[in-house]
């Protein structure tokens, strides 16, 4: 039977080993934070000291046999639905809080290694998840400016100068279109247009353009 003060060992650890990651998403002001980090690895610490200790005292009993990594595993698959709830699909297409939901799986399995005494392994994840949420970040805005993909939409009504805005889309020099489409009704028309390698002055020159259009209702760009 494990001891109590090893127990607290890799609780503390866990959380300690939670809250390093979790001060990183912390500071970008989203939802699943310091708190929800920390208890997040400390939970599936827990849950794998009960899985590995938690039956200790039926062990030897005739016709009883015990997986010790079942409940462990459970944390696995348990953790997408919290997961799940940092996901946010905007109106224009784009999807926030992937990376805050990966960071909260890898957590969790921080937990499950601390929880089973691999104290270095969990360690060592957690320093490369810090690598790869902070240190790497710079890295990614380079690499995003190289290939800067926006996406368009406009909502005009449906006696606006549908021609002029699709000649302004179309035929503007300079854009890459990967994708054009158009949704409408008897109230108004949606554009949806993903550009490749959009440059900002080309970009100003088509919101200003539109703007001018009679009828055009919203234009929002996303990346």
Same mark, same amino acid.
């Given at each position: 039977?494990?001891?109590w003060?090893?127990i607290?060992i890799?609780?503390?650890?866990?959380a300690?080993f939670g809250?390093?990651i979790?001060?990183?998403r912390?500071? *970008?002001?989203?939802?699943?934070?310091?708190r929800t980090?920390?208890?997040v690895c400390?939970g599936?610490?827990?849950?794998?000291?009960?899985?590995? =200790?938690? =039956?200790?005292d039926i062990? $030897?009993?005739?016709?009883?046999?015990?997986d010790?990594?079942?409940?462990?595993?459970?944390? /696995?698959s $348990?953790?997408g639905f919290?997961?799940? $709830?940092t996901?946010? =699909?905007s109106?224009?297409?784009t /999807?926030?809080?992937?990376t805050?939901?990966?960071?909260l799986?890898?957590?969790?399995a921080?937990g499950?290694a601390?929880?089973s005494g691999?104290?270095f392994?969990?360690?060592a994840t957690?320093v490369?998840?810090?690598?790869?949420?902070?240190?790497?970040?710079p890295?990614?805005?380079?690499?995003?400016?190289k290939y800067?993909?926006?996406s368009?939409?406009i909502?005009?009504n449906?006696n606006?100068d549908q021609?002029a805005?699709?000649?302004?889309?179309?035929? *503007?020099?300079?854009? *890459?279109?990967?994708? =054009?489409?158009?949704? *409408?009704?008897?109230?108004?028309?949606?554009?949806? /247009?993903?550009?490749?390698?959009?440059?900002s002055?080309r970009?100003?020159?088509?919101t200003?353009?539109?703007?001018?259009?009679?009828?055009?209702?919203?234009?929002?760009?996303?990346q």
């Open positions: 039977m494990i001891e003060k090893e607290l890799r609780l503390s650890l866990a300690l809250a390093l979790g001060l990183e912390e500071r *970008k002001n989203w939802t699943a934070g310091l980090h920390m208890m400390v599936a610490c827990l849950i794998m000291i009960v899985s590995a =200790f938690g =039956f200790a062990l $030897g009993t005739p016709n009883v046999t015990l010790p990594s079942r409940i462990a595993a459970q944390v /696995v $348990g953790i919290i997961g799940a $709830g996901i946010l =699909f109106k224009q297409g /999807v926030h809080g992937l805050t939901a990966a960071g799986w890898t957590v969790a921080i499950l601390t929880g691999m104290y392994s969990a360690g957690t490369i998840a810090l690598i790869i949420l902070w240190a790497l970040l890295l990614e805005h380079l690499f995003s400016k800067n993909n926006r368009l939409k909502v005009t449906s606006a021609a805005i699709m000649n302004l889309i179309i035929l *503007k020099p300079g854009l *890459k279109i990967q994708s =054009f489409t158009l949704d *409408k009704n008897e109230h108004e028309h949606i554009y949806q /247009v993903k550009l490749e390698n959009s440059d002055s970009l100003d020159e088509i200003n353009a539109l703007k001018d259009i009679a009828g055009v209702k919203e234009i929002n760009w996303a």
